[in-house]
């Protein structure tokens, strides 16, 4: 090794790859929060006693009730986000440490999201009048998302996740009406001219 190729004071780069103990451990937290949202009263399956794989009726009782939906790339990129946020603030953790505290953090949201304080917020500040809890398959193929999101960050360059990022939010506005962003608006300051629009007006 050449002199000064490392300082005395920079660690040396992390590793990168991932082993089976951090799958491990993923599958570990799904089944933690998946515990926790049956603890809560949440439904394994939708109520209508089917499964699907895509359900894309978003004002419809059986919305985030099946395998995934049009809120399921919303989760995608929660992955994106938690990759830069942990390439920052978790520098010298490995890519599976970074990646076991983004599943971690998106497990503990679809725990909170499902509680019924956060279930009556989204119904009253937004149109997801239907909205009575996610499914907990529903809930761990979020999860599954979020993991495909925060994989596809550590894999692709970087304007290849920024042209995903708006691709996916204008996406969703259009056909829509709604997206991450609207999503997290609506949800802490809650604004009237964007709920009559996603409600059509």
Avoid at 26 to 32: C, F, G, T
Avoid at 86 to 96: I, K, N, P, T, V
């Amino acid at each position: 090794m050449t002199a000064g190729r490392f300082s005395s004071q920079s660690p040396p780069p992390a590793p990168t790859g991932l082993a089976w103990r951090h799958w491990a451990g993923i599958a570990l937290i799904i089944a933690v929060a998946a515990l926790a949202l049956h603890l809560l009263g949440r439904v394994f399956i939708c109520k209508c006693g089917t499964i699907r794989l895509w359900h894309g009726v978003v004002f419809s009782a059986e919305n985030s009730q099946h395998l995934t939906d049009w809120y399921t790339p919303t989760h995608v990129l929660h992955g994106l986000v938690f990759y830069v946020g942990a390439r920052y603030l978790l520098a010298r953790w490995s890519l599976g440490a970074r990646l076991l505290a983004a599943t971690l953090i998106e497990a503990a949201w679809e725990v909170l999201e499902n509680t019924d304080w956060i279930i009556e917020r989204y119904r009253q500040a937004t149109i997801s009048l239907d909205y009575f809890g996610d499914s907990i398959v529903n809930s761990a193929f979020d999860i599954a998302a979020m993991v495909v999101g925060f994989m596809i960050a550590a894999r692709a360059p970087v304007w290849a996740c920024v042209v995903l990022f708006f691709a996916i939010e204008l996406v969703l506005a259009w056909v829509i009406r709604d997206n991450l962003t609207l999503n997290i608006v609506m949800l802490v300051w809650p604004v009237e001219a964007i709920r009559v629009w996603q409600a059509g007006g």
